[in-house]
């Protein structure tokens, strides 16, 4: 199995990429091969825009009609090109990433606008017959406060929930 390990957080000591690199060594150990995607590191940026893709900004920005004529001419910006490669080469996506504001930091909600994609990620029908059918997905949150916070009466709501 090939897995992409995805690492959103800003601090390359923190508990959040302790653990990022826990699950790739673990991986490794197991025989998997795998792909770490830090995307703090990196610089990935977070905002989508004309800059994704190789067409010449022509009237107001429709992101999902660019993503879908990029995929179609395989004319995305080499950064996200590099990215979406590495998705589609993986059997197994996990990200990994803390829990703040009651979603993920806005460097990956970024990578999810950017990466996955129209025609990329999805089309018409992606439950169905869609481009990442048979991969799997596993999100690794980690969240500051105890338990009773994020439990079903706690003042941040149910963690199963959000």
């Given at each position: 199995?090939?897995a992409?390990?995805?690492?959103?957080h800003p601090?390359?000591?923190?508990?959040?990429?302790?653990?990022?690199?826990?699950?790739?060594?673990?991986?490794?150990?197991?025989?998997?091969?795998?792909?770490?995607?830090?995307?703090?590191?990196?610089?990935?940026?977070?905002?989508?825009?004309?800059?994704?893709?190789?067409?010449?900004?022509?009237?107001?920005?429709?992101?999902?009609?660019?993503?879908?004529?990029?995929?179609?001419?395989?004319?995305?910006?080499?950064?996200?090109?590099?990215?979406?490669?590495?998705?589609?080469?993986c059997?197994?996506?996990?990200?990994?990433?803390?829990?703040?504001?009651?979603?993920?930091?806005?460097?990956?909600?970024?990578?999810?606008?950017?990466?996955?994609?129209?025609?990329?990620?999805?089309?018409?029908?992606?439950?169905?017959?869609?481009?990442?059918?048979?991969?799997?997905?596993?999100?690794?949150?980690?969240?500051?406060?105890?338990?009773?916070?994020?439990?079903?009466?706690g003042?941040?709501?149910?963690?199963?929930?959000?």
């Open positions: 199995m090939h992409l390990v995805v690492l959103a601090e390359g000591e923190s508990f959040t990429a302790s653990l990022a690199r826990t699950i790739v060594e673990t991986l490794e150990a197991g025989g998997h091969t795998v792909d770490f995607d830090d995307l703090a590191a990196s610089g990935f940026r977070a905002d989508a825009g004309w800059h994704d893709v190789q067409e010449s900004p022509d009237g107001m920005l429709q992101v999902m009609a660019a993503q879908g004529r990029a995929a179609e001419s395989n004319s995305f910006a080499p950064d996200v090109a590099r990215e979406i490669k590495r998705l589609q080469d059997d197994l996506l996990i990200t990994v990433f803390p829990f703040w504001w009651f979603s993920p930091p806005a460097q990956l909600k970024g990578w999810f606008d950017r990466v996955f994609a129209n025609g990329i990620a999805y089309g018409s029908n992606p439950y169905d017959d869609g481009p990442l059918r048979g991969k799997r997905a596993l999100a690794v949150v980690t969240a500051g406060g105890d338990s009773a916070m994020y439990g079903p009466e003042r941040s709501g149910d963690m199963r929930a959000l």
